[in-house]
């Protein structure tokens, strides 16, 4: 979930679908965002000379499972927003459709035109964007933290992604009552876990799993087990929590 906001530009659409439909990372490290072409964005950004048109992206990490306060975390990323121009449109467009499937990407024809217009049966047409990063912020379970430019551009997508969700649940109604003996691996912490205890999985990326525990009268805390070595795919992510799991028993 995210939005992009430009100091001292209102944007009057309340609805939320003036926000970025589709973004994507280039290899410089700046952030290409697909949007509605007369959203206030795009506006602004086909009028501003060059580089000066300061804006913030702010993207909200929501649990993909269903749990009391899901909101995992938070994350902007200002710099500065430019138009993608001339033939930086293709590749534009060639990166987003590798992260998301291009049965989605209903605005990237409309958007690679020279002059966009808007469509038929009132549907406004598209706008490519660049996102110059010139700082960026994290805030989670983890604390607060600022992102360089050059490290934001050096990460890498974490390789559960497009998994995450499904594994989510996986774990949760088929190994339930393993995700809840990881309580005996929290040492001190260990004691606040009950026979009547809930644990969900939260969160799972190539580092470790994040489990929230809550009991009977509904207190709850995250805790986060780390696996040996970072996984690269679902096959090593198997070998991870197999891992854990024998750990705890």
């Known amino acids: 979930m995210g939005s992009l906001s430009i100091p001292g530009v209102e944007d009057p659409d309340e609805t939320g679908l003036s926000a970025p439909a589709y973004r994507t990372v280039s290899a410089e490290g700046d ?3 697909l949007v509605p ?6 506006r602004a ?14 993207i909200t990490d ?19 927003l430019t138009p993608v121009r001339n033939d930086e449109r293709a590749e534009a467009a060639r990166l987003l459709a590798e992260r998301h499937p291009v049965g989605e990407l209903l605005g990237i024809g409309e958007a690679l035109q020279p002059h966009p217009a808007p469509g038929i049966h009132r549907r406004s047409a598209w706008m490519l964007l660049r996102l110059e990063v010139g700082e960026g912020a994290v805030d989670d379970l983890w604390g607060a933290e600022s992102v360089e ?5 050096a990460a890498s997508p974490d390789p559960l992604i497009a998994h995450e969700a499904e594994l989510l649940q996986h774990l949760h109604s088929a190994h339930g009552e393993q995700v809840r003996g990881l309580c005996s691996l929290l040492g001190d912490r260990s004691a606040l876990c009950g026979l009547r ?19 009977a009268e509904q207190h709850s805390f995250d805790a ?3 696996f040996p070595e970072p996984v690269g ?17």
């Open 45 to 58: 950004a086909a009028h501003a000379q060059d580089d000066d048109l300061a804006a913030v992206m702010e």
């Open 224 to 226: 986060r087990f780390d």
């Open 197 to 215: 205890d809930q644990a969900v999985p939260l969160g799972l990326d190539r580092f470790g799993l994040r489990v929230r525990f809550t009991d």
């Open 62 to 80: 929501v649990a993909p499972v269903s749990v009391p306060h899901r909101i995992r975390g938070r994350a902007w990323v200002a710099g500065w």
């Open 37 to 42: 072409g007369d959203c206030a964005a795009a």
């Open 31 to 33: 952030v290409l965002l």
């Open 149 to 153: 430019p050059d490290e934001f551009a």
């Open 233 to 249: 795919d679902v096959a090593e992510l198997r070998r991870a929590m197999h891992v854990l799991f024998e750990a705890a028993e």
